[in-house]
């Protein structure tokens, strides 16, 4: 295939030069059918960067020869079936260890080569793969983990997804993008897909056509996090749901032939975005896909953040979802197998994975939920968690990212621990923490974000933390702003305490954190940081 850009290739960034010379999911052959009999030593760089087509990338220490697969789980959808096949999978080959990411996947350490062919083949026999779940192509789509169950949504987006995930997956026409290429739909009024910060996503609208209330989507574009953040643009456009994948495929089809590819770090769709604007945009999209109707009405009415804790009703009569923490998305492959049994006991053979790293347990008939609450897997993995382990998000962190400059996960499950043993909130606080600027943890939408790095000591140097406050998605949402000042991690439950009590003691009734980061403003913040540190 014969692209535009490929006609400038000197001006071509050296990823752009070598995905010319080879489509990325030529690598998945050549995984199953060269490398894993030759072993790791023989893979060449180049080759290596091609495998997050495959959903594989290096984990740390690269020279080990191990690595983190991704799992895609559109919508977090998945059967126990697949379930037990993740653990299966997880156990022999993964050392029994288990994530899930804030875009709803699964992944994997502790892999080697040789393990992916078998991987691969029994993923695939349950419906599943890890196929562009990393690369410069359409990631997993994130979606309502309530999808269908939800009394909250508009319609049932399921079907939607399902047709994205045909459109997208392993479709040359849309494997070599300038960059990766996230997409969320969602039709809740709770927006728990994070529209905001998506390069395309799509929201719940309606709208009076021929005198009729249709019910569709809005559609952003542009958004996205990493240490240049954007929010999404609303385009001026209603599209129903049957448009759904049309206007994805023609927004892509942008992306693909207009973005840039002559400098890595600014590769993304929002760049695109934030030079031409929505209307330019929009003018470019119906040049694709035809005259559309303009917006109509926002079905959005607030921000859950994609949390979701305790036993809730579904929209079926009489029966309920468990929505169960699991601490910072670090669960195992013995704990899948349990979630698998307890989804056929209990529910109706299905789990939801959540992009807060959490799980849901639906389909549950009004008179088990009392016998689900008794099962020991639930002590753990609690429908009503304490509030800052409840709150919590982090990403994978030094101990196996090759980006990552601090620990993450360990010391965020050691932070909320004291928080929740020190402190007593009636409204909770999230706290997400990343290990580097890419931004996987999310932390510029939270109300704390920790960014990680490195601080020159006495005693050398030691990991730090930045802290930034008051960012949430209500709204056209807000990234929060960040502190002077680096907290060592030593520190951080210290420090946090104090922000926390200081929100505590002077925060109006039901007053949430953002609302009084907004009311107190940011100097009282650096104020009282400054005095922490002191």
Known sequence: MTWKWAEQKEKLNQVEQLKLKQDGLDIIDEIIHTYS????????????????????????PKSDGYLMLRIRVPSGLLTSQQARVIA??????????IDITTRQAVQYHWLRVENLPDIFRRLGEVGLCSWEACGDCPRT????????????ELIDTRPIVEALEKTFVLNREFSNLPRKYKISISASKYNPANAQIQDLSFTPATKVIDGEEVIGFHVWVGGGLSNRPHLAKQLDIFVRPEQVVEVAKAVTQIFRDYGYRDKRHKARLKFLVADWGAERF????????????????????????????????????GYYYAALTVPVGRTSSEEFFQLADLADRYGAGELRTVNTQNIIIPHIPKEKVDQLLQEPLLKRLSPNPKPFTGYAVSCTGIEFCNLALAETKGLVKRVVE???????????????????????????????GLLGGKMRTKEGMVEAFT????????????????????????????????????????????EKFSHFVDRLGIAAFQAKLDQLLS
């Open 141 to 152: 789509i994130v979606g309502n983990p309530l999808a269908g169950i939800d009394p909250h």
């Open 88 to 97: 299966e999978l997880g156990e022999e080959y993964g050392r029994g260890l």
């Open 282 to 317: 929009l003018t470019v999209l119906k040049e694709l896909i035809g005259p559309y109707p303009t917006r109509g009405q926002d079905q959005i009415i607030d921000w859950n953040a994609g949390f979701f804790q305790g036993i809730q009703p579904q929209k079926q009569a």
């Open 467 to 510: 802290v930034s406050i008051g960012g949430h998605l209500y709204r056209e949402g807000r990234f929060n702003t960040r502190l002077n000042g680096r907290v060592k991690a030593s520190d951080v439950a210290r420090v946090l305490k104090g922000l926390v009590l200081f929100y505590k003691e002077q925060k109006q009734p039901n």
């Open 37 to 60: 009999k030759t072993g790791f030593e023989s893979i060449p760089e180049e080759k290596l960067a091609l495998f997050k087509w495959a959903g594989v990338y290096q984990q740390k």
């Open 418 to 448: 004291y928080l929740d043993r020190e402190v007593e909130l009636d409204q909770p606080v999230r706290i997400h923490v990343n290990g580097c600027p890419n931004n996987c943890g999310q932390q510029q939408i939270a109300d704390i």
